[in-house]
Structure formats: structure tokens, C-alpha cells
């Protein structure tokens, strides 16, 4: 039974399929015509549900009316999303990630249960809250954080741990960030830093247009769409020390040939270059002290490019595509698991009455099934009046002697006419933090998702038709 990890640090996202044998695949979602590995998490949400991908443009084109949002880890919704919106970081990843695990499944043919996700260094603890709470809601049943400056600082995957400055470049198309570990401290010191101001990729490609245009002649035609078509060429690794020509097919006229010349591409190198050197500077990085580079992204042959310039020439810069991916098999490896695993806790449902009725077997453990499996309805013998009326079940979990209680459902009152009455509960997934239950009383229409995060000793509730939407 595999894993699945995702790189989960900028947009596009990737996911690689993991085998305990060794065996791993990046998962395909051919969403990106450049990149049929990736995908870009942008989120539409209409009336009738959520869509992500190209189901989103399809929806948009089509005349459906809704939102649109780009999942940003720890960061705002693009669109600026209204307070009032079901919808919140962590639900809207959910959508995300169920849709990689989906096509992880398709893909192997396997189940996946675990999901580990490589994320940004330095990450607040209630994102990764937030993060775990996404996981559990895509449908995981294990969740696990590997966090960048862990990869950076452990050496995993580049041999050279004894270096005194270890460095990554994240190069994605929304941001470009750089962690700098110093490994000569104890314990490591870490250091982030946000050089998308002046090394974005849509900073970068305005440069190219700048540069493009002051070389004159007929590179000066350039517009958004050839300049796109140049940047892939330059940024694939492609040799343009001759130029490159790009023909653009008009529709009223004749074919528009563009020459890029190299002396283009050689100046915007040389552009490159100088910013990334004011950066490393300006935060107090010196060059030569770095020790060992990892860029990773989905530009990364010009930062790497660059950076050779940059760093003694002794040192190896990588620019392997999914290294993020495969440093974090390496921390985290797959594991062997069961098809059905356990629970650690025992499901209580506890009546909330002074007086305990002959409920629920007594208050006896109800006996669980593998998580996401229906329980057997517990029934309640017992005919209500208003006197004696069981108004509401505390949903607890029992391990070790210790009760800890997790949700509380509430009985509606006409169930007392009823003769026999029933609760059910489903646990969905259990981790070491948190438990994602589903509880529903039968004879009405009252059913509630909640995610029970037992470090806070929080409930977080979950709206019935987001988990719909989100589980299918």
C-alpha cells in the first residue's frame, strides 16, 4: 500500500507516489500544458460544488456563476474571500488534496491512506493545523509535515551535512524564497527570506519584455503571449546562446516572426544574476559561505544558472526536478501498513441526563470498525415522555482509562414519541493530534462533522455539504 507525498510549498503543487519497495512515480494530472506532473491549486466554487484545475476554466467559460480562489498556504485568498464564506484555508485545500489523492489512487491502483506533505520552513503552529485538518478532511487517515529547513538542515539527499551554510531556492511561479541553514551553530540556525519583489518569476518575465524590447528590431513586436512562449524556452535550460525565433499566427494577416537574439537572453542572465547577489547580501548571506544549493520549483534552471555564478565553483548546485519530494522520502520513508488499520481510542456515547436511562447499552464502548467504516446503530429501548427525555449525547473517546469527550449531538424532541431511537457514529480517520467523526441521529435529519484536535482540546466543526463536496 503506497504513500503519497506532496509538495505542498508554491504553486504548482506535486504529488510522487511512494512504495515501501522503493518504488515511487510522480502523479499525473496533465492539467498544465508545460507540466503534466503539477498542479495548480486554483479552486472554483459555484453553486452546485467545488472544481479545481480545468474544470475551472470549463465552468467559467460555460456561464456558471461562482468564486474563484488560489489555495495559498498561510497566505490570503487570492480573491479576497469574504468573511461570511463556508469556505476557509484549510477546506479549501481539502479540495486540493483529495483531488491529488484521487489520481494517486486512479494512477496505482492502490489505496492511499498516508499523506505526507513537504511545506514551507518556519510555518506557524495553527497553519499546520490547519494543514493536518485538510489532510484528514481529503481523506487520509495519516497525516505528516516535513518542514524545509528540516530538509535543509539534516543534508538528506546531498551528502554534505558537514557544510557550514546550507541553502534552497524555492523558484515557483508565485514566489521565490530562499532558506539559509547555518549548520556551524547548535542548535541549526534557520533563516527565511522572500526575494519574490525582485526575482519572481513575473518579475523576471517583465524584465525579459524590458530587455527584449531595448534590443530593437523586431524583438521589440514582443507581447504577453510570445514573451511567455520565450520565458519557457529560456527557463526549460534550452541553449539560446544563438537567439531563439518564435512565429505567432495572426489572424488577419500573415504569420509575425519574432528573433530573440542571445545577446538578449546573455543580458537577462547577467540580470538574474545581479539581483540574486544583491539579495543574498542585502540579507546578510555572503556567497562564498554556502556550502551546498538545492533549487526547486517551476523555474528552476535560471536560478541555478545563476547561482553557479555566484557560489565557489567546488560546490554542487542541484536543480533536479521533485529533490524537495525526494529529501522528504528520504526524512520520512513509506512504511508498510495494513489494509485496515485501528483505532487507539474506544467510542463512547454518553447520555447527559441526572438520572442515566437504560441508554446505549449502559454507556458500554460501541465496537468500532476500521475508520471510515459505518457502525452499527446503537439503539435506545426505552419509551420517552417529557419527564425522563434524554436531551442530548456526549460522543467521548476512551483510551487508557482516560474519557475524553469530543462532540456533543443534541436529541431532538419529538423523538420521544418514537418507540425505539437510534445515534450513530462514524469515525472517519484518528491521528496522534486529531480525530475526524461524523455522528447522525436517526429519525431526524441532524448529523454533524466535527474534527476533535486534541492538543488544544478543540472542537472544529465541519459544515455537512463542504464534507460532501470534499469526499464526493
Known amino acids: 500500500m503506497p504513500d503519497l507525498y506532496v509538495s505542498a510549498l508554491g504553486v504548482p503543487f506535486r504529488a510522487v507516489i511512494a512504495h515501501a519497495g522503493g518504488d515511487r512515480a510522480f502523479v499525473k494530472i496533465a492539467d498544465r500544458a508545460d507540466d503534466d506532473f503539477a498542479l495548480d491549486p486554483a479552486v472554483w466554487i459555484d453553486s452546485d460544488g467545488a472544481a479545481t484545475g480545468a474544470q475551472a476554466a470549463l465552468l467559467e467559460r460555460s456561464g456558471h456563476f461562482g468564486e474563484f480562489y488560489r ?5 490570503d485568498a487570492a480573491n479576497g474571500e469574504s468573511v461570511e464564506s463556508p469556505w ?7 479540495v486540493v488534496l483529495r483531488r491529488l489523492i484521487a489520481a494517486a489512487e486512479l494512477q496505482s491502483g492502490e489505496s492511499i491512506q498516508r499523506v505526507v506533505l513537504v511545506v514551507a520552513a518556519m510555518m506557524a503552529g495553527e497553519v499546520q493545523a490547519q494543514v493536518l485538518r485538510a489532510g484528514l478532511l481529503a481523506g487520509a ?24 551554510v546550507a541553502a534552497i531556492v524555492e523558484a515557483w511561479d508565485d514566489l521565490t524564497r530562499l532558506t539559509v541553514v547555518d549548520r556551524s551553530t547548535a542548535p541549526a540556525r534557520t533563516r527565511v527570506s522572500d526575494l519574490s519583489a525582485t526575482v519572481s518569476r513575473q518579475r523576471v518575465k517583465a524584465l525579459l519584455l524590458e530587455r527584449a524590447g531595448a534590443s530593437g528590431g523586431p524583438a521589440s513586436q514582443l507581447d504577453t503571449e510570445i514573451a511567455d512562449q520565450v520565458f519557457t524556452v529560456w527557463a526549460s535550460g534550452r541553449d539560446v546562446s544563438r537567439g531563439h525565433t518564435i512565429t505567432r499566427a495572426a489572424r488577419r494577416s500573415a504569420p509575425v516572426t519574432v528573433h530573440v537574439p542571445g545577446s538578449t537572453f546573455a543580458r537577462l542572465d547577467a540580470a538574474l544574476r545581479e539581483r540574486l547577489e544583491r539579495c543574498l547580501r542585502d540579507h546578510g548571506i555572503e ?20 547561482l553557479r555564478a555566484l557560489v565557489p565553483k567546488q560546490v554542487r548546485v542541484r536543480d533536479e526536478r521533485g529533490a524537495e519530494l525526494d529529501a522528504g522520502i528520504r526524512l520520512v520513508p513509506p512504511q508498510a501498513r495494513a489494509a485496515r488499520p485501528s483505532l487507539s481510542s474506544e467510542i463512547l456515547a454518553i447520555p447527559e441526563v441526572a438520572r442515566t436511562l437504560r441508554a446505549l447499552a449502559q454507556g458500554e464502548p460501541i465496537s468500532l470498525l476500521r475508520p471510515g467504516a459505518r457502525l452499527p446503530a446503537t439503539a435506545v429501548s426505552e419509551n420517552f415522555n417529557s419527564s425522563t427525555f434524554m436531551k442530548r449525547f456526549s460522543i467521548a473517546a476512551k483510551a487508557g482509562g482516560d474519557v475524553t469527550p469530543l462532540m456533543s449531538i ?3 424532541r419529538y423523538a420521544e414519541r418514537q418507540q425505539n431511537s437510534y445515534l ?9 493530534r486529531f480525530v475526524l467523526l461524523e455522528v447522525a441521529y436517526l429519525y431526524s435529519t441532524q448529523r454533524r462533522f466535527s474534527i476533535y484536535d486534541r492538543a488544544t482540546a478543540a472542537e472544529t466543526p465541519v459544515a455537512d455539504h463542504l464534507f460532501r463536496i470534499i469526499r464526493g
Not at 450513530?424 to 496522534?432: A, F, I, L
Open 71 to 75: 489555495v495559498a498556504i498561510g497566505g
Open 88 to 94: 476557509n484555508a484549510s477546506t479549501l485545500l481539502a
Open 141 to 164: 487517515q495519516n497525516v505528516e509535515l516535513v518542514s524545509l529547513d528540516r530538509i535543509v538542515s539534516s543534508g538528506e539527499g546531498r551528502g554534505d551535512a558537514a557544510n557550514d
Open 287 to 306: 556567497p562564498h559561505r554556502i556550502g551546498s544549493v538545492d533549487v526547486i520549483g517551476s523555474w528552476t534552471r535560471p536560478i541555478a544558472q545563476a
Open 410 to 412: 443534541a436529541i431532538p
Open 424 to 432: 450513530r457514529t462514524v469515525v472517519h480517520s484518528e491521528t496522534d
